[in-house]
């Protein structure tokens, strides 16, 4: 299986900075990777599709980029709700794989 | 609205079994694969199983192969999860969500508790 692995495992930031989150993968997924956004006790919710595809919704700040095994997520100013954990998932092989996740806290 | 509603999470005993459902609505289930993601108690997220629209296919994590059984009825727009033989590891918030590649629409998720 592929393992997906993010970096940093928490990354502190502060309202209204740059946030870089980093997920590669043990083999190369072409394009097929996603992120995910999830709050306490919430469902996660889908961010990016196809590495660099915004899902209805996700607002401009939020970006992906990257193909075969390096891919980021980047958010451009961070908002108060922003603050979260994000889980890199691949669709290029079965069976599909999740990130361990990014905790992106205030700091 | 576009809603998937999951029951059937319990406390069960090692060794035990328990199904699991996901109701949807609001959408047609028939024309959607389905998926299967759990998440244990303060970890990440874990892929577990998906289902091809028709049922003809499915798709297991090396963790539940053997042991778990997703299937589906379109006529009820319902998704399952059989789990058998279950494991204190299986213990988890089980979430239904939309699709087989990308998961727009999630449940709100069901507990399941193995524990003696």
């Known amino acids: 299986e592929i393992v997906l692995t993010q970096s940093p495992a928490t990354l502190s930031l502060s309202p209204g900075e740059r946030a870089t989150l980093s997920c590669r993968a043990s083999?190369?997924?072409?394009?097929?990777l996603a992120w995910y956004q999830q709050k306490p006790d919430q469902a996660p919710r889908l961010l990016i599709y196809?590495?660099?595809n915004r899902a209805t919704g996700i607002p401009a700040r939020f970006s992906g980029s990257g193909s075969g095994t390096d891919f980021t997520l980047t958010i451009s100013s961070l908002e108060p709700e922003d603050f979260a954990v994000y889980y890199c998932?691949?669709?290029?092989?079965?069976?599909?794989?999740f990130g361990q996740g990014t905790k992106l806290e205030i700091k | 609205e576009v809603q998937l509603v999951e029951s059937g999470g319990d406390l069960v005993q090692p060794g035990g079994s328990l199904r699991l459902s996901c109701a949807a609505s609001?959408?047609?289930?028939?024309?959607?694969?389905m998926t299967w993601v759990r998440q244990a108690p303060g970890k990440g997220l874990e892929w577990v199983s998906a289902?091809?629209?028709?049922?003809?296919?499915?798709y297991y994590s090396d963790s539940v192969k053997g042991r778990f059984t997703i299937s589906r009825d379109n006529s009820k727009s319902t998704l399952y999860l059989q789990m058998n033989s279950l494991r204190a590891e299986d213990t988890a918030v089980y979430y239904c969500?939309?699709?087989?590649?990308?998961?727009?629409?999630w449940g709100q998720g069901t507990m399941v508790t193995v524990s003696s």
């Open positions: 998932h691949q669709r290029s092989n079965w069976p599909r794989t």
């Open positions: 609001e959408f047609t289930f028939s024309n959607y694969a």
């Open positions: 196809d590495a660099s």
């Open positions: 289902i091809i629209p028709s049922g003809g296919s499915t």
């Open positions: 083999q190369s997924v072409s394009s097929y």
């Open positions: 969500a939309r699709g087989q590649n990308y998961y727009e629409i």
